[in-house]
């Protein structure tokens, strides 16, 4: 690869990953074969040589650019671990104030709906929330999914847990007394019982 051709591979490569960085901000790193799809959907490909951000990769091997983040890697501006990448300053975390207010908003709303949660997708859709960023939310254990439809914030669902707990201590659990005694709909209830049997009699509701 000759010098021009790195360096373009180079600015693409930081590009593409601030990028997926932004998309998915509560993963700590990503796979190196995703970042290289993202390099070549960059809209530079498209433009010609001379003009500001264009000038083709194509021609570039998948290895040829795995060098070049390699070379990256030992100048400190990524981190690679295995197959996975991030940029040396990343941090998982929801960087952006608008995305971090919909976000609280989201969970706040659940949250004041105790044990009988509405669907997720629903509200986040409505507050601008893209499916990606549930997705994560999930993936870091800031929600549960018990079941179809059904998530809960960790800190509610411990307490609920905790709360069965107790219940359990005067007599078996069953649909309806966890219904009446929480609150809820049967099916959450029944979702609840299930997630109890399988995962939720751990100390913690550590699930990721």
Known sequence: MDPGQRRLAERRLVAALRRLHRREPLKTDLRID??????????GEHLPVGHRGGGSLRG???A????????????????????RVRLGDHEAAISDPQMQGRV??????LRETGAQPPRVEGIAARLGIPPGVVDQLRG???LVAIGDGI???????????????ELATHGPLTVPRVRDALRTS???AEALLRF???RGQRDSVGVR
Do not use: F
Not at 34 to 43: H, I, K, Q, T
Not at 104 to 109: D, E, K, T
């Open 34 to 43: 995703a970042l290289v799809v993202e390099l070549r959907g960059d809209p």
């Open 60 to 62: 570039a091997t998948d």
């Open 64 to 83: 040829e650019l795995i060098g070049v983040l390699e070379g990256l890697a030992q100048a400190g501006k990524v981190v690679i671990g295995g197959r």
């Open 186 to 188: 049967r099916r959450h």
């Open 140 to 142: 870091s254990g800031e």
């Open 196 to 198: 109890r049997r399988t």
């Open 151 to 165: 998530d809960y914030p960790r800190d509610v669902l411990v307490d609920v847990m905790t709360r069965m707990g």
């Open 104 to 109: 609280h908003r989201l969970l706040s709303g």
